[in-house]
């Protein structure tokens, strides 16, 4: 089969959904299928509105806007990649807020602010008339515009369209959580009732989307998994002589996309709270992965000699996150803003417990009291209470981190979690699957076609007379 998928950003890029989607196509290359990923330019998210963040350059000075790769630690000649340069211009959000309000739902899901927004891409899907493809998948929410130039591809070509979106859920507690409100915009509900299959990761996730009315029988339960091989047998002692860490201290790990959401922020306030309180010696903080802005803002705003204490590691290679899970004691997340969590099983396969805020994917993977602890989110003081209960029960730790083994050696093995995806391959389940309504085509969006012209032509108007 020739499979397409659709996703924001791609390997070199870092992310969740990013390392999911090249791990599948690796799967899936293995399997004998050949695939073609449809993604844009950016290695950081913000490249999709700054020319100043980093990017994969094109072959000539023109900046051409789209480039082939090949992508050889993803299946070799099977997957080829499609680079979609993001359109920039000055007052960009603010353009794209303006053109959302036309209140039809693909005009809106294409102009939600935070996309990379690659009319390129667009025209491509419009006008394919390439290799026949049997399959489109798209990832991830809320990046809506490459999620629908897959819809457009797979309208056009007559296959099924299958979507991951990855729902970030926010705090349980609270129905109108902005998080939960973001990921299920009326936009990004209208693309998952537009999905052959939904592909979710956790049971709340599955209740969420069957909740805003996709048919139960289109969403697939799949979850993710960890390959042990890939992030254990690091070097603690090499990584706690790097970070300069006393004997007897308990080492927090926490690696993410450095931000509020991530809960990075939470994580750094709570520890400074016990560094206040006298617990600075029996609790350290090692932090890695890229900062996002308002996490600067927060850093900035911490007492200088608290950021002296705090290691900072920054975006790191497979040796140094191989050094950094065995350096560390216990592994933090107090996100708001993640589906699921693989870092939380590479934390488990290498016998680290963790600590997690009760939102989103991580609610539903870790066992409070079992291989980790679940705080209310947002209780930055509850935070900090687990973080000294695991410091001062280093048995307790242990305990958590063994059981958390176990089940990540157990329950999450890739192969089981991708077979999930590939099972449902093959001819004789290659047709539509929609339940409880009429299959239609893809005359929506094509209805505001012109529209979308126009709105190109005035966004590079706008352009010039901002520049």
């Known amino acids: 089969m020739h499979i397409t998928h659709f996703i924001q950003r791609y390997p070199p890029a870092l992310g969740g959904?990013?390392?999911?989607?090249?791990?599948?196509?690796?799967?899936?290359?293995?399997?004998?299928?050949?695939?073609?990923?449809?993604?844009?330019?950016?290695?950081?998210?913000?490249?999709?509105?700054?020319?100043?963040a980093a990017e994969l350059p094109t072959p000539d000075a023109a900046e051409p806007p789209i480039t082939d790769s090949p992508v050889p630690h993803a299946g070799g000649e099977r997957v080829r990649v499609r680079r979609f340069r993001p359109w920039r211009w000055p007052a960009r959000r603010y353009w794209l807020k303006a053109l959302s309000l036309v209140p039809v739902r693909p005009w809106q899901a294409a102009t939600l602010p935070c996309n990379p927004f690659c009319p390129a891409m667009w025209r491509a899907a419009g006008q394919y008339r390439a290799e026949p493809v049997d399959l489109v998948h798209a990832s991830a929410f809320p990046y809506a515009f490459p999620i629908l130039c897959g819809l457009r591809l797979a309208r056009?070509?007559?296959?099924?369209?299958?979507?991951?979106?990855?729902?970030?859920l926010g705090d349980p507690d609270r129905p109108t959580d902005r998080i939960r409100r973001r990921y299920l915009a009326k936009p990004l509900v209208w693309l998952l009732h537009q999905a052959d299959r939904v592909f979710v990761q956790t049971p709340s996730e599955w209740a969420a989307v069957v909740g805003v009315g996709v048919p139960a029988q289109r969403v697939v339960l799949q979850g993710l998994g960890v390959e042990p091989d890939e992030c254990t047998g690091g070097d603690r002692a090499r990584a706690r002589a790097a970070w300069g860490i006393p004997a007897g201290a308990m080492v927090v790990g926490h690696l993410a996309n450095l931000s509020e959401e991530k809960?990075?922020?939470?994580?750094?306030?709570?520890?400074?709270?016990?560094?206040?309180?006298?617990?600075?010696?029996l609790v350290e903080l090692v932090l890695a992965g890229p900062a996002m802005p308002n996490f600067e803002r927060a850093w900035a705003r911490l007492p200088a000699a608290l950021r002296q204490r705090v290691r900072r590691l920054g975006p790191l290679t497979d040796g140094q996150r191989r050094d950094f899970y065995a350096g560390i004691d216990t592994f933090a997340l107090p996100s708001r803003s993640d589906s699921f969590g693989l870092v939380l099983l590479e934390a488990w396969a290498n016998a680290r417990p963790t600590v997690v805020y009760r939102a989103g994917g991580p609610a539903d993977l870790v066992r409070d009291g079992r291989d980790g602890l679940v705080v209310p989110c947002g209780d930055q003081d509850g935070l900090a209470a687990a973080l000294l209960r695991l410091a001062e029960n280093p048995e307790e730790r242990w305990a958590m981190g063994w059981r958390g083994q176990a089940r990540a050696l157990a329950e999450f093995r890739w192969e089981d979690r991708l077979a999930r995806f590939s099972s449902l391959l093959g001819p004789e389940r290659h047709h539509h699957v929609r339940v409880g309504r009429q299959v239609r085509p893809f005359e929506q969006v094509d209805t505001v076609r012109h529209g979308w012209e126009d709105g190109q032509q005035a966004l590079a108007d706008g352009s010039r007379l901002a520049g």
């Open 156 to 168: 056009r070509c007559g296959v099924p369209f299958w979507l991951t979106p990855f729902l970030h």
């Open 263 to 281: 809960g990075s922020v939470d994580l750094l306030h709570a520890w400074a709270q016990l560094a206040r309180a006298g617990a600075g010696q």
């Open 17 to 52: 959904s990013e390392a999911y989607i090249a791990r599948l196509a690796r799967h899936l290359s293995d399997l004998g299928h050949t695939q073609t990923i449809w993604t844009t330019t950016a290695v950081d998210l913000s490249a999709f509105w700054s020319r100043r």
